[in-house]
C-alpha cells in the first residue's frame, strides 16, 4: 500500500530555516519522480519542487523557490526531503508530498497519483 507521510513543518520566523520530510512507503522513491506541491489559504496549489527517478536525476525549483529551498532524497530511509532556507511570509501553506507512480519517471509536466496528507508551514515574526 502507498503512502505518503509528512513532518517537519511548524512556525518560523522570517529568514529561518525548516526541512520537511516526506516518508514513503509502498515503493522506492529512488524509482519514481516526486515531488513538493504547496497552497496557501485562499491559492491554487502550486508546484514547489520535484526530482526525477535516479535514471534521470534531474530536479525543478519554482523560481519563488530557486536558490533557497533544495529537494533530495535518502533511498536507505526511502524519504524525500526540503531544505526551506531564507523563508519568507509569503512560503506560509500547507506543503504536501506527491508520487507519480504511473509515469516515465521524470519531471515537472507530469501528473502525481499520491499525495501525502501535508504539512503546515507557517513564517511570521
Known amino acids: 500500500q502507498v503512502q505518503l507521510v509528512e513532518s517537519g513543518g511548524g512556525l518560523v520566523q522570517p529568514g529561518g530555516s525548516l526541512r520537511l520530510s516526506c516518508a514513503a512507503s509502498?515503493?522506492?522513491?529512488?524509482?519514481?519522480?516526486i515531488g513538493w506541491f504547496r497552497q496557501a489559504p485562499g491559492k491554487e496549489r502550486e508546484g514547489v519542487s520535484c526530482?526525477?527517478?535516479?535514471?534521470?536525476?534531474?530536479?525543478y525549483y519554482a523560481d519563488s523557490v530557486k536558490g533557497r529551498f533544495t529537494i533530495s532524497r535518502d533511498n536507505a530511509k526511502n524519504t524525500l526531503y526540503l531544505q526551506m532556507n531564507s523563508l519568507k511570509p509569503e512560503d506560509t501553506a500547507v506543503y504536501y508530498c506527491?508520487?507519480?507512480?504511473?509515469?516515465?519517471?521524470?519531471?515537472?509536466?507530469?501528473?502525481?497519483?499520491?499525495w501525502g496528507q501535508g504539512t503546515q508551514v507557517t513564517v511570521s515574526s
Open positions: 526530482i526525477s527517478s535516479k535514471d534521470d536525476g534531474t530536479t
Open positions: 509502498g515503493f522506492t522513491v529512488d524509482d519514481y519522480a
Open positions: 506527491a508520487a507519480d507512480l504511473a509515469g516515465w519517471g521524470i519531471c515537472p509536466g507530469n501528473e502525481y497519483d499520491y
